[in-house]
């Protein structure tokens, strides 16, 4: 009996001097672009890559029905049996909520019930936003390297760094298959390039940026590492001229203001550039100082 | 003797060649045979080491490769 | 107002960002904690090895020992590097050294024997019933080979490699191709190879004459000295050398060599190779005797043995892998005949089972059987005419032997690899038909031959 999931076919093109490879996965058009002649081994990536990301959306999706995510955003504060990665991702969400004051809270997943970021002018009541208040709050979860609590009525979501944490495995599981092909795995404009090309080349990559309130394609040159985007180009609230980012501050349960309207991070990991970017955004009219300061490669667009 | 399993084997492999489009597996269909265990030479070590210990203590050598490489092993 | 009250929530917002900002900024260097933050996510047991960063290295050291016979110690390093592009080198380092006894081909006695050593410098006695050992074999052998593949055509490849050995009485170099051809989408891979070796051997005290007598070999059970005045038991140890043909010869191999290998499913692999070597020039083992026995049993002299110095040989083999979800099987077969009618079977099979992400058993089993060469006699009838080839040596008689192995390997936290392997292998020499006379029927002429093994890998 098989124990893998039978997944959807994905495209595959030869194009001139490398492969590229597409499926759909975490809601994204998701990309391998794989620089080798070698059919039979770009296949296999592809397939490897759609097995790591189909396993990391059904782990830690809180959309599904059947993950212990389930269990536990909808326990009774019991504690939930947690495995080594589990118990990484926490850590590194631990690390994030400390560097950043207690901004970057993977609890505040509970705003979405209160706001829904679809271009209207719908902004939910003040009461609406203060029930959800006290169920918010990173530094009630209590965890070990085998076991998590949450209290009741509190949610967690990884929906912040779940896509730029794929792109991060799925580019290590590259790496261990193939240790001298240069993959660029790029989910939905969270990329990750494992190496340089053979020929030292770089990759051009389009990324999509707003220059001018127009959505353009940007070409950047990339040999190595990780870029992440994070804006509000499609998910932002509109009243009174006043423009909603959908980065919402945990503390007040009231979007984060002034915020860019996107920003792209360069960085050695990807998930590291969009905790990065994650970050500046949530500095709001401080983003680009951030930015500079820590001395990362980014683009902001206002 | 020797001119039977010659033929019995020199049809075998014709047969066999013959057969082998119909067998195999799609590209995205290896991830069971990528893992490190299903590689024919996985144990490069263990098996050279054997294959001179058994070159040394009997009549026959070779199979997995070449029989050639000599050596006084008493 | 619901209008007012937010426009007070908001800027109440903005005055907290504020406030956060300021405090962030005091937080210098927040990329290099979110680096090392993302390196324990991602790399939680990140290699330190930058230097041989592109060369897979396997070493092993391995303890070889019979029982009251020979030990051997062999020690390998072995590299391989891609250099892009599928261009691979892999080259192997080995060491051994060998000491104890081996057998001679001597048929054991009901009493005691004085048997000379191969230099003739000196004999030694055998104990009753026991089989005649010689203990002089300590060599220490140093091999070197080097191979390289390079791609062909986008669904082939060519391999071309260099073999070299040398040890105190024997040399070898060689030198093999291959090619190989991919067919169906890798499905299918047909590969054919040609390897060519050189041998010399220049045995310890010169090659001796095919069925010579050995010199200062009595059968009689005290040291027996005549009064012809001739040091029949060489107490005095003063003989010279036997008579010699030369002091080293030679030998060449040819080999051919088919190979199929094909995936049967998701789960399977199966290969399958052909193979046929010529052998030509000096084959007989320079320091095997055999016995001369009168009509009771008792030895009356050792002469050398012969062999033909041409030998050809063909195999079949076959064999199969399959991944089963807590590891893999691997099952082999191998069937071989040659002009000297010596025919084997042999069935080994390996089971790997997964024990953790990191950790691994591996029982190991298998089964040897061999017809005895047409030439080979356990010992030579006093009187009657001397064939033109013999040869005493148990490794060329009916034979069955069996393995029994186990394995156990770990991933280290740096990615390395750590193995240790324990096996024990007993050989069976039976009797090819051969009527024993006299007090030859007292004694065991085929005994057992125990051996362990022992081995550490590691590979990095």
Known sequence: MTNITRQAPFAIEHKGD????????????????????????????????????????????????????????????????????????????????????????????????????????????????????????????????????????????FGGIGKEYAVDCVAKLCTQHAPKVSVVVNFGGDIQVTRPRNKNQFWHIGIESLKDEHLTAQIIKIKAGGLATSGDARRYLLKYGVRYSHILNPRTGYPVVSAPRSITVAASHCIQAGLLATLALLQGQEAENFLINQQVKHWCYR | MRSKITKIAATLLLLQLAGCANLGVQPWERDLLAKDEMALDSEGNDLGLDDHIYFSKEGTSGGRAFAGGGCGCN | MAVGRLQVAVVDAIKADQVRSKHMKKTTNIGAALATATCAL?????????????????????????????????????????????????????????????????????????????????????????????????????????QWTQPWSDVSRITTGLHFSTEHDYFSVGFNGSYAHDFYNKNTTVAAGLAYSYDVIKPEGGLPVPFAIKTAATGSSENYDDDDGYDDDDDDGNFSSDERLGDSDNKSTVDVLF?????????????????????????????????IVNDQGLTQNL????????????????????????????????????????????????????????????????????????????????????????TADYRLGE????????????????????????????QSPKNAGFSEPGSLQDVDLYPSVKAVIAQVNYRF
């Open chain 1, 18 to 157: 490398h492969y590229c490879g597409r499926f759909c996965a975490m809601a994204s058009p998701c990309e391998l672009l794989i620089d080798t002649h070698d059919a039979v081994l770009a296949s296999e990536l592809i397939t490897i890559a759609q097995a790591e990301v189909s396993r990391i959306e059904h782990k830690f999706s809180r959309y599904r029905r059947d993950n212990w995510m389930h269990r536990l955003n909808h326990g009774e504060g019991q504690p939930v049996d947690i495995d080594d990665e589990t118990y990484r991702l926490l850590q590194f969400a631990n690390t994030c909520f400390d560097l950043s004051d207690g901004m970057f809270d993977l609890t505040s997943g509970v705003l979405r019930r209160a706001w829904n970021f679809n271009g209207s002018d719908q902004l939910p009541t003040q009461q609406l936003v203060d029930k959800l208040l006290p169920l918010i709050g990173w530094q009630k979860v209590v965890f070990n390297p085998t076991e998590l609590i949450l209290p009741k009525g509190m949610e967690l979501d």
């Open chain 3, 259 to 291: 190979g199929l290998t094909q995936i049967i499913n998701r789960r399977m692999l199966m290969q399958f190779n052909l193979g046929v070597s010529q052998i030509s020039g000096y084959s007989t083992d320079p320091y095997k005797v055999l016995s």
């Open chain 3, 42 to 146: 991602l790399h939680p047991y990140a290699s330190a090895n930058d230097i041989l960063e592109d060369w897979q290295v396997d070493t092993s050291l391995m303890y070889y020992g019979e029982t009251d016979r020979v030990k051997a110690v062999e020690a390998v390093v072995a590299g391989k590097k891609d250099f892009g592009d599928e261009h691979i080198f892999s080259g192997k380092l080995v060491i051994d050294t060998l000491t104890g006894a081996s057998a001679t081909g001597a048929a054991a006695q009901a009493t005691a024997q004085t048997v000379s050593r191969p230099s003739g410098k000196g004999s030694y006695t055998v104990t009753p019933g026991a089989t005649p050992l010689d203990d002089t074999f300590k060599d220490t052998r140093v091999q070197v080979d080097g």
């Open chain 3, 303 to 390: 002469v050398y043995e012969k062999r033909p110095d041409s030998r050809t040989k063909t195999f079949a083999f076959w064999q199969t892998k399959y991944a089963m979800n807590f590891g893999a099987a691997d099952f082999s077969y191998r069937f071989a005949a040659d002009d000297w009618k010596v025919d084997s079977h042999t069935f080994d099979t390996r089971l790997r089972i997964n024990l953790t992400d990191k950790t691994y058993l591996q029982p190991h089993f298998r089964y040897y059987s061999q017809s005895a060469a047409e030439f080979f006699q356990p010992f030579l009838i006093d009187g009657q005419a001397l064939p033109e080839f013999a």
């Open chain 3, 399 to 426: 034979m069955t032997a069996y393995t029994l192995g186990l394995k156990y390997g770990m991933e280290l936290d740096n990615g390395d690899e750590l193995s240790f392997r324990v096996e024990y292998y007993q």
